[in-house]
């Protein structure tokens, strides 16, 4: 111990002000805490995604204001209602367009309510980023739409509506900066999509020889080197479609995958149908994976989530419902379905000595009881051309008892033909009321394209 008075004065000092220091930081973590609470007027974050892209975005959005100290709240535009509307002095909308220029799911709540009419919102400044791609009739539908109905309601758009092509980063750039007006730091690095990595081709078995449809092409990829990569069921994987080393410069060219597997087969493993351009040459991306690319080729790959497809409660029965390719994502869940759950598939295929995809293991399944129920369609092979919404129709009381039963609809493959059939059948089943609940429970998940 020391008796030196000016030593003793100089460390009392010290004491005292790392005392205010420590409460002013608990000060200003519980006043960012209260605000996220909704309490003090936190900045609401909204995003509307399909298959998880203006999710990631929405993330990344919020990190950015959290980071410059702002306080938010961040929530899918289903869960936000007119009292957190009423409560909200700034809100961000992040959202995309699925469809034909439609809303994704997991708005549909908000899309029913309170776009309904318009709302009294002349306190909300707001900015809306909308997600979509130009190759659509309908571009940034949904952004659009949104955008008018705020302004209609007389919230005040701080900035112009920003439209993103296909994940083009230049328009992601202009978000990031427009976040300066609500606080974020001018200074931030800019937003890098995620780095691809160097996954391998390690074999590509052809899964339909013989059908008149096109050819279907099981991928299996390797990690790179070292790495044991994570990803649950229902995420995407992203593929540029040509030589590794040009994969940094053609980022927007990237092709989107429902993931079969799971980490514990060891590989990515992605069933890719070869497409054609309409004078008869491969597709870029499936006629990369299914034809150009050689095995053993080093293919640009990153992950991506996608929450709007994400399990369900391992204790809740599960429909999968698909066609054709869609048995990809399909395949994923009943990999990562919990022993003794309760999994019934509908699949849709053409015929059923050709297109009978995964055949061994779906046998295996309901062999072992995994699957209880396996209902197949193979249009083709009747003259009634069945296919799965006609399934699902005749065995409308099942459905109407498994649902009944807590279970969870998953639907993946085609939106065009299949999932709008499948929507229209289970419409009719349960009723429009009870599958809207359904959307906004999310036990209705959709992974269509
Ligand atoms: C089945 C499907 C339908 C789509 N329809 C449209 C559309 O009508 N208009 C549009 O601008 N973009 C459309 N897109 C593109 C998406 O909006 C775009 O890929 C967006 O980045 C997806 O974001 P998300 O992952 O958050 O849903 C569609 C994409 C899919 C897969």
Redesign the pocket.
């Known amino acids: 111990m020391t008796s030196d008075p000016l030593r003793l004065a100089g460390a009392a000092a010290a004491l005292l002000l790392w005392l205010a220091l420590c409460l002013a930081i608990a000060w200003v973590r519980r006043r960012a805490a209260r605000a996220e609470k909704g309490e003090a007027g936190a900045l609401l974050i909204a ?10 975005i929405a993330q990344r959005t919020a990190e950015a204001l959290r980071d410059a100290g702002v306080p938010v709240r961040l929530a899918p535009l289903g869960k936000v209602d007119a009292a957190m509307l009423g409560e909200s002095r700034q809100a961000l909308f992040v959202v ?7 809303a ?1 799911d997991e708005a549909s709540r908000f899309v029913r309510g309170a776009m309904a009419a318009p709302g009294g919102l002349a306190h909300l400044d707001y900015a809306l980023l909308a ?4 190759s ?6 949904f952004g659009h739409a949104l955008d008018h109905w705020l302004r209609e309601s007389g919230a005040r758009p701080a900035t112009d509506l920003i439209e ?1 092509d ?2 083009d980063p230049a328009g992601l750039r202009q978000w990031q900066e427009r976040l300066r007006l609500f606080g974020a730091d001018a200074d931030a690095a800019d937003w890098l999509p995620p780095r691809y990595g160097a996954w391998r081709l390690a074999a590509r078995t052809h899964l339909n020889p013989g059908s008149p449809g096109g050819e279907v092409h099981l991928i299996r990829l390797d990690p790179p080197a070292g790495e044991a990569p994570l990803w649950s069921a229902g995420a995407i994987a992203e593929i540029y479609p040509g030589p590794f080393a040009h994969a940094a410069e053609g980022d927007h060219a990237h092709r989107a995958y429902s993931i079969a597997s799971l980490p514990a087969d060891g590989a990515v493993e992605l069933v890719v149908r070869l497409m054609h351009d309409p004078e008869g040459r491969p597709g870029l991306g499936s006629g990369w994976l299914c034809r150009t690319a050689l095995a053993g080729e080093p293919i640009a790959l990153r992950l991506r989530d ?1 929450p ?1 497809f994400a399990a369900p409660d391992p204790d809740r029965p599960m429909i999968l419902i698909g066609n054709g390719t869609g048995i990809a994502g399909l395949r994923a869940h009943l990999k990562a379905r919990p022993f003794g759950s309760e999994n019934w598939l509908i699949f849709g295929e053409r015929h059923a000595a050709t297109d009978s995809l995964f055949a061994d293991e779906l046998i295996h399944w309901t062999r072992s009881g995994h699957l209880a129920r396996l209902d197949r369609a193979f249009s083709r092979d009747d003259p009634a051309r069945p296919y799965v919404q006609h399934l699902i129709a005749h065995r409308a009381d099942a459905v109407r008892d498994w649902v009944a039963n807590g279970a969870a609809i998953y639907v993946c493959g085609s ?1 065009e033909g299949m999932a709008a059939g499948v929507d229209a059948a289970l419409t009719d089943i349960l009723g429009r009321e009870a599958l809207e609940t359904l959307t906004d429970e999310t036990r209705y998940r959709r992974d ?2």
């Open positions: 995003h509307a995604s399909q298959t998880g892209f203006a999710a990631g995309s367009t699925t469809g034909e220029g439609d994704p997600l979509g791609d130009r659509y009739d309908h571009y940034c539908g993103v296909n994940g996608n709007a939106l269509v394209y």
